[in-house]
């Protein structure tokens, strides 16, 4: 797709890499819509993007009905998005015996219905001019499982399975679907998630991590190039290949080398 002169909507635009998409979008022509949830964040990536900003909305992604309220105003203001970023997501990286029933339920809201919500609210729009991009954000907890993070890996699969299934559906339109995986993003996520990270399995920690900004520039490539899977970095592509080839050895060096409960007292 050629972005020049698109409009492109970002969920999680907030801060991170929703941020940085928004800013590269920016960069490659596009009026950006930004959504999230904090507003002072998002007046702030306004306010870097400055002409490119076609409108911010500070919203909970996860309430179905917010997301149709600012979908109608944004299709009768602005027209239906040309590419939709679905970026929102949240998650500590928890045993299933440490996750209360909230927060199993907020952590499947966001990524997956907080992504299905905005994509339901303007398919029908793209459908219709029969072009567009939906690009869902994930990571590559939805192809792979290590001890510690349960209910944050089943909500990421959740996410592959929703795009592989929203490709199929689209399979004979316009409109182009990529999934963005990729392994540790150097963000604010970390220091609001405390305990997550020492969760890291230790052959992850092995493969780079990769700046906000290279996973913009991925994900608008991946757009440009109508990518069907984008992941990032090199040595994380090379891990899906092995994975690919030798699933059961991968496996078990992720809950080999993953974090393990604290022996009791």
């Known amino acids: 797709m050629e972005l020049r002169g698109k409009t492109a ?21 596009c009026r950006v819509i930004l959504l999230a949830r904090r507003q002072r964040e998002l007046d702030r990536v306004a306010a870097s993007l400055g002409d490119r900003t076609a409108a911010v909305h500070a919203l909970d992604l996860t309430d179905a009905d917010a997301v149709t309220r600012v979908a109608r105003r944004i299709s009768a203001d602005l027209g239906t998005p040309d590419v939709v970023v679905n970026n929102a997501g949240a ?23 907080a992504g299905f919500f905005v994509t339901g609210a303007f398919l029908p729009g793209m459908l219709a001019r029969n072009s567009g991009h939906i690009v869902n954000v ?34 004979r339109t316009g409109i182009g679907v ?19 990270r020492e969760r890291v399995p230790g052959i992850g920690r092995l493969i780079p991590e990769v700046t906000p900004e290279e996973a913009a520039r991925a994900i608008v490539r991946g757009v440009e190039r109508n990518r069907k899977l984008v992941v990032v970095p090199l040595m994380m592509r090379l891990t899906y290949l092995q994975h690919a080839l030798f699933p059961g050895i991968v496996q078990w060096l992720m809950t080999r080398t993953g974090y393990r409960r604290p022996l009791s007292a």
């Open 9 to 29: 909507l970002v969920t999680g635009a907030s801060s991170g890499i929703g941020a940085a998409t928004a800013r590269e979008l920016a960069r490659a022509g």
């Open 138 to 171: 994930s990571s590559a907890a939805s192809r792979f499982v290590w001890p510690g993070a349960t209910a944050y890996t089943a909500a990421r699969w959740a996410v592959r399975g929703f795009t592989e299934a929203l490709r199929a559906d689209l399979a």
């Open 91 to 113: 998650g500590q990286w928890k045993f299933v015996e440490e996750t209360s029933p909230a927060e199993a339920v907020q952590m499947m809201a966001a990524p997956y219905f």
């Open 178 to 196: 990529t999934l963005f995986e990729s392994g540790v993003v150097a963000t604010e996520y970390w220091a609001s998630n405390p305990g997550s």
